[in-house]
């Protein structure tokens, strides 16, 4: 079955620059898309960016647009977050799911969830 694991995160102070990781195993990697999510203690989860099987399209959250880059490398089968210039409003679990769409930044399209990993701000 599709397995996703997040790696990566840790406790960083504003301004920093982090690099999540999401090892994808079990899906053929030539259809659907991945996606980053975040959720901070008491809030919703929330849509961050999101990537085509291909890597050719890309989606962003307003609050992380110019700050944070996806990217893949569909050889080592893994996805990447690339978080500059980060902020204590960044603090939040963030996991990496698999779905159909690119476009979509609902989480009920996206059907496979890894466990999440923890990125901290301190300000």
């Known amino acids: 079955q599709v397995q996703l694991v997040e790696s990566g995160g840790g406790l960083v102070q504003a301004g920093d620059s982090l690099r999540l990781s999401c090892a994808v195993s079990g899906r053929v990697l030539s259809t659907g898309a991945e996606a980053w999510f975040r959720q901070a203690p008491g809030k919703e989860r929330e849509f961050v960016a999101s990537?085509?099987?291909?890597?050719?399209?890309?989606y962003y959250s307003d609050s992380v647009k110019g700050r944070f880059t996806i990217s893949r490398d569909n050889a080592k089968k893994t996805v990447y977050l690339q978080m500059n210039n980060l902020n204590a409003a960044d603090t939040a679990v963030y996991y990496c799911?698999?779905?159909?769409?690119?476009?979509?930044?609902?989480?009920?399209?996206?059907?496979?969830w890894g466990q999440g990993t923890q990125v901290t701000v301190s300000s």
């Open positions: 990537i085509n099987w291909s890597g050719s399209f890309t």
């Open positions: 799911a698999t779905g159909l769409r690119v476009s979509s930044k609902d989480v009920r399209d996206y059907v496979y």
